[in-house]
């Protein structure tokens, strides 16, 4: 019923930028919060940057100051910039949502299929 779009990953050199979309499709009622997370080979998926729909945010440590989350409601996008890449943010990223997607039922976890960055010379 809700799927979840991804775009813009690629290869970056560090200190590149990259935005991040992901976006929401399908039978959406209300979106209630919005994150990035990302793996990497040999580790665990972390969250990156997560925003509920009350506009407050939350992020790693090791991206503060360097990336931001936004969600654009009308659009059901939400957006990851992505600034002063370095070599450690080589990841796939991955966008998830909690989702209502029928009024007057619970919200559910929705997953997009993931997106490669990487940072590199």
């Known amino acids: 019923q809700v799927q979840l779009v991804e775009s813009g990953g690629g290869l970056v050199q560090p200190g590149g930028s990259l935005r991040l979309s992901c976006t929401a499709s399908g039978s959406v009622f209300v979106i209630y919060a919005m994150g990035w997370y990302r793996q990497a080979p040999g580790k665990q998926r972390e969250l990156v940057a997560r925003?509920?729909?009350?506009?407050?945010?939350r992020y790693a440590d090791s991206v503060k100051g360097r990336f931001a989350i936004s969600l654009d409601n009308a659009k059901k996008t939400v957006y990851l910039q992505m600034n002063s890449l370095k070599p450690e943010d080589t990841a796939a990223y991955y966008c998830?949502?909690?989702?209502?997607?029928?009024?007057?039922?619970?919200?559910?976890?929705?997953w997009g299929q993931g997106t490669q960055v990487t940072v590199s010379s």
């Open positions: 925003i509920d729909r009350g506009g407050n945010t």
């Open positions: 998830d949502g909690q989702i209502s997607a029928v009024e007057g039922r619970g919200s559910h976890d929705y």
